[in-house]
C-alpha cells in the first residue's frame, strides 16, 4: 500500500527559509513523475514543483527562483527548498505523482508565512 508522508512544514517569517520532505512507501520512487501541490485555504490544490525520473524540472510561476525540488531515490524522498518565502505562499504542501495524481494524498505539511 502506498503512503506518502510530508513534513518539515512550520510558521516563518517572510523571507524565511523551510525545507519540505516527502517520504514514501509501498512504492518505488525512482520510475515516477514526482511534484509538490499546495493548497491555502478555500483554494483549489495546485501544482507548486515537479520533475521527471530523469530530473528535468519545472516550477508554478509564483516560486520561480525561490523554490528548489530534489530527490534522492536511494532514500525514496522528495524534496522541496523554499526560500525568500512571502505570506501568499502559505498553504499545506502535499507530494504525489504529477501527472495523474495516482496515490493517496498523505496528511501534507502547514507552512505558514507570516511575521
Known amino acids: 500500500q502506498v503512503q506518502l508522508v510530508e513534513s518539515g512544514g512550520g510558521l516563518v517569517q517572510p523571507g524565511g527559509s523551510l525545507r519540505l520532505s516527502c517520504a514514501a512507501s509501498?512504492?518505488?520512487?525512482?520510475?515516477?513523475?514526482l511534484a509538490w501541490y499546495r493548497q491555502a485555504p478555500g483554494k483549489q490544490r495546485d501544482l507548486v514543483a515537479s520533475?521527471?525520473?530523469?530530473?528535468?524540472?519545472n516550477y508554478a510561476d509564483s516560486v520561480k527562483g525561490r523554490f528548489i525540488i530534489a530527490r534522492d531515490n536511494t532514500k525514496n524522498t522528495l524534496y522541496l527548498q523554499m526560500n525568500s518565502l512571502e505570506p501568499e505562499d502559505t498553504a499545506v504542501y502535499f507530494c504525489n505523482e504529477a501527472t495523474s495524481r495516482l496515490f493517496p494524498w498523505g496528511q501534507g505539511t502547514q507552512v505558514t508565512v507570516s511575521s
Open positions: 520533475i521527471t525520473p530523469h530530473g528535468i524540472i
Open positions: 509501498g512504492i518505488s520512487f525512482r520510475a515516477y513523475y
